[in-house]
């Protein structure tokens, strides 16, 4: 199976020889390379979209309950690969784009509860042609800011040119407490060039456990509900 460095040379044989090189922010929507490299984690990525769809709706069948509320997802704007590339330190090129940004291609889905994603990890698991290469549980340990979820890096493998390619892409697991503080947080602290008082940010990080808290009581008044058919 081909694997990022051997995307590249797939690359380089349709595009010619010239330098994998990414430019510059200004070239990059209009460079032709650049373009074949998102088409790849655009099909890998509605592939995975798919694959979680169909997952929500058989558990809906089969449980009459929602393992999944929503899924979201997103290729990283040029922009913002670029950013997390100087940021990380990392020259701009093509094989460094493949090897060492794991988000290019994101999914987050939303579930009711912890638990909810602890099963649907399981199942992840076990989907065909998709393969969990590497793991951040910030539910058991969240970060410093208080932002918490499970991300998952898999490698989806699609067919290109009759040629399996394994594309790497960023599952970002969370409960509907966890979206609702990181969405804010995102706005607010996390991508906004605005600088937040001290106060403030001590504030989103006591609210992200204040929402874990209830997360937790949440699910203990789930878990002490009878069945139906125990009910009366
Ligand atoms: P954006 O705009 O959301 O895409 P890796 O290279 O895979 O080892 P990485 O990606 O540098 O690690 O870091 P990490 O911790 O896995 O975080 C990846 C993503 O998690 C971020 O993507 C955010 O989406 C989210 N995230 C991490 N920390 C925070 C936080 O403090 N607050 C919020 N709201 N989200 C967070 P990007 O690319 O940084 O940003």
């Known amino acids: ?18 330098q994998l090189q990414i430019n510059s922010l ?13 088409n790849i984690y655009k099909l890998a990525l509605e592939e995975v979209v798919d694959n979680l769809t169909e997952v929500k709706q058989k558990y809906y069948d089969i449980f009459k ?21 100087k940021k990380k330190g990392y020259d701009l090129n093509y094989e460094n784009l493949f090897t060492k940004i794991n988000d290019i291609a ?7 509860l912890k638990d909810n994603i602890y099963t649907l990890i399981r199942i992840i698991e076990k989907l065909p042609g998709i ?6 549980d910030y539910i058991t340990k969240p970060k410093k800011s208080g932002y918490s979820g499970y991300h998952l890096i898999i490698e ?9 390619l394994a594309i ?20 607010l602290k996390y991508k ?20 874990n808290y209830i997360d937790n009581k949440i699910a203990k008044i789930y878990s002490k509900q009878l069945p139906h058919n125990q009910l009366c």
């Open 1 to 18: 199976m081909w694997k990022g460095k051997i995307v590249i040379d797939f690359l380089k044989r349709k595009e010619s020889n010239e």
């Open 26 to 38: 200004s070239v990059i929507n209009d460079d032709k390379q650049y373009q074949n490299v998102i």
């Open 65 to 85: 309950d929602n393992l999944i509320n929503n899924i979201v997802y997103r290729i990283k704007t040029p922009e913002s690969i670029i950013n997390k590339m």
């Open 106 to 112: 994101g999914v987050r889905v939303v579930c009711p």
């Open 131 to 136: 393969k969990v290469i590497k793991r951040k």
């Open 156 to 164: 989806k493998v699609v067919v290109v040119n009759n040629r399996e």
């Open 168 to 187: 790497k892409i960023e599952i970002q697991l969370r409960t509907m407490a966890m979206d609702f503080w990181s969405t804010n947080e995102h706005s």
């Open 192 to 211: 906004t060039k605005k600088k937040l008082s001290k106060s403030d940010s001590r504030r989103l990080t006591l609210y992200a456990k204040v929402l």
